[in-house]
């Protein structure tokens, strides 16, 4: 027979009602202890902060008046941000000393010193006023490019409140069958460094035609149009170049990239776009791939500007809204747009400042052009080089390397030897009003009179670009390298463009320029490789966060990113009906 038994009671043995005070149940003990309310949204802070000076939230929390001046840097924090729910709320569990706060004074009274550089109220006037005025029309891009940088306390850009929503798509999307295997943040891989010795060519490939050094003299007076011209210049990936296969047979290396994708992953702490690396271990071989069509194959504009170019807002599928409504053109300023502009003016001036009649060729022929090909071939050079990534003598890991080279220059010497090996590259100007210019001069009448100016707005709104490009350079062994300036004939219309100047520099020294540490690159590709070593055979992919300073390394199927050709070839001579479906 089931038995009842009663829960236990405590009795008040004071008599009342209700329990008592001293035998408070269990799940009762933290009833009236004070707590911070906070919301999801609201950033976590600090548990304590020692270096708040303006003790307003120990005054308040006493009931003492705030004596400190509302329009001073009290007033103006106020303003520059909103208030957080529950801020403020943490001072329940603070003890104060009222007597103590309330009767202490301060000796010292005497008054501070003006600021200087401030905004003031009234008419300015004199020399400063005139200077402050100029240098905040003067600095576009720079320090700030409003108008009201004075007023308000610390205002930093228009409409920064906003910015902090506009999140970016990865580059691929995360299959729910990939596992997570590392994840690195961009200030531990700006900390590592590999000094390298100088690079060992294999073999050469491939024809260059001697660069027109007709183009080093033009100007914003003596502008030039560019024009298209229809060359074949080949992007293979890492595995499918036969050269590698065939070095891979004779076990020439242990790492095998080109100098494409090795130019991000040694410049990724710069990078601010999303991008992913392929990673292929077979046996005791590593391969840096990358997938066709994804960010390798365009060249990106104004990635590090404060405001850099946006893409709109793709429609929300599950919004009835965004159904109905009708997709536009996109803007030629977008993102995407800006970045095809740029790859296609990257091209075409890499092909149109060359002399055709004059070629010099490498020890082979070009190995990607079949015979069946009849479009001719643009000028570059294929060099194939070992660069050794042992830290002590005893240790083989080499890497090879394909790297690129796009011109030579007449009367250097041998270009099949590597002397006066050239690389052309351009930057491209669009709409110096639009969104995402990051503050840039109007080239046609700075370029001239002040090229210092314009070359360091790119190199603060591009400096990823300029950072893989100069890297690019000295991985292949480049004597100089060639930057065009282009811009649009006409800022509304992206399909003319106009050279307005050419820039030499030598690798090395752009690369010290821009504060591009070949060292370090070389310490992350070395971190990644002893990385992905250690794992077992398969494919891997190293994914950039599209918006966080962090890359991660998944662990993916085989059959990820294989096309259905591909898949063909894999099946071919087997009966189609014992084929996989």
């Keep these: 027979m089931a038995s009842f038994s009663l829960p236990p009671i405590h009795d008040n043995p004071d008599g009342g009602w209700g329990p008592s005070p001293s035998n408070i149940p269990e799940k009762f003990k933290f009833k009236d202890i004070p707590y911070a309310p906070y919301s999801k949204s609201d950033k976590l802070g600090r548990f304590a902060d020692w270096n708040d000076t303006?003790?307003?939230?120990?005054?308040?929390?006493?009931?003492?008046?705030?004596?400190?001046?509302?329009?001073?840097?009290?007033?103006?924090?106020?303003?520059?941000?909103?208030?957080?729910?529950?801020?403020?709320?943490?001072?329940?569990?603070?003890?104060?000393?009222?007597?103590?706060?309330?009767?202490?004074?301060?000796?010292?009274?005497?008054?501070?010193?003006?600021?200087?550089?401030?905004?003031?109220?009234?008419?300015?006037?004199?020399?400063?006023?005139?200077?402050a005025r100029g240098a905040q029309r003067g600095a576009r891009g720079g320090v700030s490019n409003?108008?009201?940088?004075?007023?308000?306390?610390?205002?930093?850009?228009?409409?920064?409140?906003?910015?902090?929503?506009?999140?970016?798509?990865?580059?691929?999307?995360?299959?729910?069958?990939?596992?997570?295997?590392?994840?690195?943040?961009?200030?531990?891989l700006a900390k590592l460094k590999l000094d390298v010795?100088?690079?060992?060519?294999?073999?050469?490939?491939?024809?260059?035609?001697?660069?027109?050094?007709?183009?080093?003299?033009?100007?914003?007076?003596?502008?030039?149009p560019l024009q298209l011209v229809d060359r074949i210049k080949y992007n293979t990936t890492t595995s499918d170049d036969p050269v590698i296969q065939q070095l891979v047979a004779k076990n020439t290396a242990t790492v095998y990239a080109t100098d494409v994708i090795l130019s991000v992953l040694m410049c990724a702490p710069r990078s601010v776009y999303p991008w992913d690396i392929v990673i292929l271990r077979e046996g005791n071989n590593l391969f840096f791939d990358k997938r066709d069509g994804g960010p390798f194959d365009t060249?990106?504009?104004?990635?590090?500007?404060?405001?850099?170019?946006?893409?709109?807002?793709?429609?929300?599928?599950?919004?009835?809204?965004?159904?109905?409504?009708?997709?536009?053109?996109?803007?030629i300023n977008s993102a995407t747009s800006l970045s095809l502009e740029a790859t296609y003016i990257n091209q075409n001036f890499g092909f149109q400042s060359v002399q055709e009649n004059v070629t010099a060729d490498f020890a082979n022929p070009n190995p990607f052009y079949g015979p069946e090909e009849t479009e001719p071939l643009a000028s570059c050079g294929y060099r194939y080089r070992i660069f050794d990534l042992g830290v002590?003598?005893?240790?083989?890991?080499?890497?090879?390397?394909?790297?690129?080279?796009?011109?030579?220059?007449?009367?250097?010497?041998?270009?099949?030897?590597?002397?006066?090996?050239?690389?052309?590259?351009?930057?491209?100007?669009?709409?110096?009003?639009?969104?995402?210019?990051?503050?840039?001069?109007?080239?046609r009448s700075k370029l001239d009179s002040q090229r210092g100016a314009v070359v360091a707005t790119e190199m603060k709104n591009n400096s990823c670009k300029l950072a893989k490009w100069a890297v690019q350079s000295v991985l292949t062994?480049?004597?100089?390298?060639?930057?065009?300036?282009?811009?649009?004939?006409?800022?509304?219309?992206?399909t003319r463009h106009i050279i307005l100047s050419t820039a030499s520099m030598r690798p090395t020294d752009f690369a010290s320029q821009l504060n591009v540490s070949v060292s370090n690159g070389w310490g992350i590709v070395r971190t990644i490789t002893d990385l992905c070593m250690k794992m077992p055979?398969?494919?891997?992919?190293?994914?950039?966060?599209?918006?966080?300073?962090?890359?991660?390394?998944y662990s993916v199927p085989m059959t990820t990113f294989v096309t259905e050709d591909e898949e063909g070839e894999a099946f071919e001579g087997e009966d189609p009906e014992s084929a996989p479906q």
Aim: aromatic residues 8%.
């Design 146 to 188: 409003s108008r009201g940088t004075g007023q308000r306390g610390a205002r930093r850009g228009w409409r920064d409140w906003e910015k902090t929503n506009r999140t970016r798509e990865s580059s691929v999307a995360i299959s729910p069958q990939w596992t997570m295997l590392e994840e690195i943040e961009f200030h531990r």
């Design 392 to 443: 002590t003598e005893d240790e083989d890991l080499k890497i090879c390397v394909r790297t690129e080279v796009d011109a030579y220059v007449l009367g250097a010497g041998n270009p099949a030897q590597g002397h006066g090996l050239v690389t052309i590259r351009a930057l491209n100007e669009f709409d110096p009003r639009a969104q995402g210019a990051g503050g840039a001069q109007d080239w």
């Design 537 to 553: 055979e398969g494919k891997y992919v190293l994914v950039k966060d599209p918006n966080k300073s962090v890359i991660r390394l």
């Design 54 to 131: 303006t003790s307003e939230n120990r005054q308040t929390a006493v009931g003492l008046p705030n004596t400190r001046d509302t329009r001073g840097a009290t007033g103006r924090s106020k303003r520059e941000g909103a208030q957080a729910f529950g801020s403020g709320a943490a001072s329940a569990f603070a003890y104060f000393h009222v007597e103590d706060e309330s009767s202490f004074s301060l000796v010292d009274n005497k008054a501070a010193p003006p600021r200087r550089g401030g905004f003031t109220r009234g008419r300015a006037s004199g020399r400063g006023a005139i200077a």
């Design 197 to 224: 010795d100088d690079a060992e060519d294999i073999d050469t490939y491939g024809r260059v035609f001697a660069y027109d050094k007709s183009y080093d003299r033009v100007t914003t007076k003596t502008e030039r």
């Design 477 to 494: 062994g480049a004597d100089l390298m060639k930057i065009g300036y282009i811009s649009r004939v006409n800022p509304k219309d992206n």
């Design 299 to 331: 060249v990106t504009v104004n990635e590090n500007a404060s405001d850099p170019p946006q893409d709109p807002t793709p429609p929300n599928p599950n919004s009835p809204a965004d159904k109905a409504a009708v997709l536009d053109a996109p803007s």
